[in-house]
């Protein structure tokens, strides 16, 4: 007999479209009308795609909660409830922690927590924000083991965080977002030479502020930085530029905003934003890119997806757990501060564990799906694998690049002020620090 399952999650919002071939020329149009203008972080399509491409087998049916939905109509409609999420344990999100555990409390069928872990800085903070939280986590997590269901935690610093509270069951089986390749996933390092190597740059907007990530882009020049969120309204907002965005002033207010390499590389030609998933990936297959690094988890994890090694540039838990459940290399901020070439660490860079245990996290989490009947085995034939035509790995359209490219040319005609301008604002920033 077929599940029905709930997957609790509004497909209707932009950052949750299934499998879109994206339309730029509107993007930012939708972004208005369903998120007031406010960009989504693209990384979360990752994690969420890969659990519904993973679950899409003959063995359930699922659909999509709706806003009206109630808890009994849940109940009688579905034989159980699918919910991904990612930080929900935290300061941020304790309200709708709350508000979920006073609806699940009235559920009849198990729901299943899917990756979920814990937004926290440094491991060691844990105890701080247990005091904070403690009261209606425990809650939240008592509630969903009374439906019968069950957790996937995404890594070991988030299973630390439910000993804590006295939940020792839960199974940590890493992120849906990095299954949806198969089993036989394998990342092979290239032997390139050091004059055709081409980095693929993720990160928080505040690291191209710092001397390592602007040497990439001054030692490599074919490389490219992919943004998650921080760079839309330059790519894709029509009214952005007017006549009067072109002056030095516009240009040093930028430079405050967002730093000196941001805005020449968004100027270049050299930041790409992809809101379709399948095509990032693709994007990726095709071309020649040697190596992945940043601080986005799911910028590396569709590297890797597509056969690129990453190392994870630790900024937080989130980063840190899902990295080290998987044994994807990683470097800390102390560490980076003694290197001085991105090629040093890429020559440093090792697969071997990754590889070697990959196998058996996709058995841990396909076991976890079976064990709450979601799939007899994941979906390995899924559009991540077969790749449909329309989803070519053409480079994004950017509404923005006759504005862009006036900027660019007067980023180039007063460069050593620029640079002058930008050492300021940064020395302004150390300072503040």
């Known amino acids: 007999m077929v599940r029905r399952i709930l997957i609790y999650v509004d497909v209707n ?29 693209w990384g979360n399509k990752v994690w969420f795609e890969g659990i519904v491409s993973e679950i899409t087998t003959p063995h359930i049916s699922y659909e999509f909660k709706t806003k009206d939905m109630t808890a009994a109509e849940i109940n009688e409609k579905y034989d159980g409830v699918l ?3 990612a930080n929900i344990f935290s300061v941020e999100f304790m309200k709708d922690m709350v ?3 006073t609806f699940f409390k009235q559920l009849s069928i198990p729901v299943y927590v899917i990756s ?60 849906p977002s990095l299954f949806q390749m198969g089993r036989n996933l394998a990342v092979t390092k290239q032997n390139v030479d050091r004059s055709k190597f081409k980095a693929v740059i993720n990160s928080q907007n505040y690291h191209l502020n710092t001397r390592f990530y602007h040497d990439i882009f001054h030692n490599y020049p074919d490389s490219i930085y992919i943004d998650q969120d921080h760079y839309y309204r330059y790519l894709y907002q029509p009214d952005y530029f007017d006549n009067s965005s072109y002056s030095t002033k516009e240009n040093i207010m930028r430079i405050k905003d967002k730093g000196l390499l941001g805005l020449k590389l968004v100027a270049n030609n050299k930041l790409l934003m992809f809101a379709d998933i399948p095509n990032w990936i693709k ?28 190392m994870v540039h630790i900024c937080d838990c989130r980063t840190q757990e899902i990295a080290e459940y998987y044994n994807i290399p990683t470097i800390t901020d102390a560490a980076l501060k003694k290197e001085k070439d991105i090629w040093n660490i890429y020559e440093k860079l090792d697969y071997t564990e990754f590889n070697k245990t990959y196998p058996a996290k996709f058995d841990a989490f396909e076991n976890f799906l ?13 559009i991540f694998v077969n790749l449909p035509s329309n989803h070519e790995g053409t480079l994004p359209t950017i509404e923005n690049s006759e504005s862009l490219s006036k900027i660019a040319s007067d980023l180039d005609k007063k460069s050593t002020f620029y640079t002058l301008v930008d050492s300021s604002f940064n020395l302004y920033r150390k300072i503040l620090k």
Not at 292 to 309: D, E, K, Q, V
Not at 370 to 382: A, Y
Request: net charge negative; proline share 4%; hydrophobic share 30%.
């Open 83 to 85: 919910m991904p999420c």
């Open 283 to 310: 994007f990726l297959k095709l071309n020649p890119y040697t190596f992945s690094f940043g601080a986005r988890i799911h910028g590396n994890i569709t590297s890797i997806l597509s056969g690129i090694p990453a």
């Open 370 to 382: 079976k064990k709450c009947d979601l799939v007899e085995n994941i979906n390995q034939d899924n």
């Open 116 to 175: 979920c872990g814990l937004q926290l800085d440094k491991p060691e903070n844990m105890d701080t924000l247990i005091t904070r939280i403690r009261k209606e986590s425990a809650e939240f997590i008592d509630t969903v083991y009374k439906t019968g269901g069950e957790f996937c935690l995404r890594g070991y610093v988030t299973k630390e965080f439910f000993d804590k509270l006295g939940f020792h069951d839960a199974v940590v089986a890493g992120c």
């Open 99 to 101: 508000e979920l555990t």
């Open 13 to 41: 919002e932009i950052e949750y479209g299934l499998f879109d071939n994206t339309d730029y020329s509107t993007l930012y149009k939708q972004l208005v009308d369903e998120r007031n203008g406010n960009c989504p972080n």
